[in-house]
């Protein structure tokens, strides 16, 4: 036993000189290649830190962290059980993070532009009247649906487009207006139950179904268009606009997180800031709109 563990020591030894040869023999390029690398892993962290993917990231280190420890202490029987998991690795991992890896690429994708949001198309950058008339009808009518009781499920297309979700409900092709949104979201109506999806400034389809969150932290209060709302905004970076049928209370999902009780005031610098800022600074164009 105590050669073994002599042997496990000698082991760490080795590996911890050979950590310090390499050390001293970096480069610059070298230091790059760790920065980088340190980044990745930063935003990675950072990226699964506030979602259910952080606890199963924790179990991976885990698994890691005891291949380590079994090949340098050349423990046999746990480093052949790990390393036989490791070579599904790969797989698993794809299969147990696919909806944060899409989201991730997603937003990777959607990096170079120069605006958040795909949304504002040049015939709407060139028209700030229109685009900020249907801004405000669209903020109206859900102050409307808010005092009325009248539940309701609004997503606004940004970067990522939502093709898929929009195939699954009925084309609508109208411009916005407080009067067309609240006939789609009467109680009465064919499409009041489904999700209505804005494009380019115009209401592009209703009665449209959203993939449902599956966070285990969500109030026992919010119901199925909330957990909709949430879900969309995780699997995209669409705006979604909820109105509560049993509070007639406002909601704002963005990012996977879900912001209540807005007005019409504050729900329109809330949609001016997610589709029209840079950073959080208003660009003109916005400025444009919060006079309007």
Do not use: W
Not at 95 to 105: D, T, V
């Amino acid at each position: 036993m105590r050669g073994e563990n002599r042997e496990g020591m000698n082991n760490l030894q080795d590996f911890l000189n050979h950590a310090v040869k390499q050390f001293l023999t970096l480069g610059f390029v070298d230091i790059i290649d760790i920065a980088l690398v340190a980044c990745i892993i930063f935003f990675v962290i950072r990226f699964i830190s506030d979602k259910r993917a952080g606890k199963l990231a924790t179990g991976i280190c885990m698994v890691l962290f005891l291949v380590i420890i079994s090949s340098v202490f050349q423990m046999n029987a746990i480093n052949f059980i790990f390393s036989n998991i490791m070579q599904v690795g790969i797989i698993l991992i794809v299969i147990l993070f696919q909806a944060e890896i899409r989201s991730a690429l997603e937003k990777i994708g959607g990096a170079g532009q120069d605006l958040k949001n795909l949304s504002v198309s040049k015939e709407h950058k060139t028209n700030k009247n229109k685009s900020a008339s249907a801004l405000n009808a669209l903020c109206q009518a859900v102050q409307e649906l808010a005092h009325d009781y009248t539940g309701a499920l609004i997503v606004i297309e940004r970067d990522t487009p939502l093709g898929d979700i929009i195939t699954n409900g009925t084309p609508v092709g109208a411009d916005i207006g407080v009067a067309i949104i609240k006939n789609i979201f009467f109680n009465k109506a064919p499409l009041h139950d489904g999700a209505m999806i804005i494009r380019n400034f115009r209401i592009h389809s209703a009665g449209c179904f959203l993939p449902l969150s599956q966070k285990d932290d969500i109030t026992k209060d919010l119901g199925t268009r909330h957990r909709a709302a949430i879900g969309m905004s995780e699997n995209s970076d669409a705006v979604v606009i909820v109105v509560s049928e049993e509070t007639g209370t406002i909601s704002l999902a963005v990012d996977g997180k879900l912001r209540r009780n807005y007005d019409y005031n504050s729900l329109k610098k809330a949609l001016i800031k997610y589709l029209y800022d840079d950073n959080g600074k208003k660009t003109e164009e916005a400025s444009a709109h919060a006079e309007g």
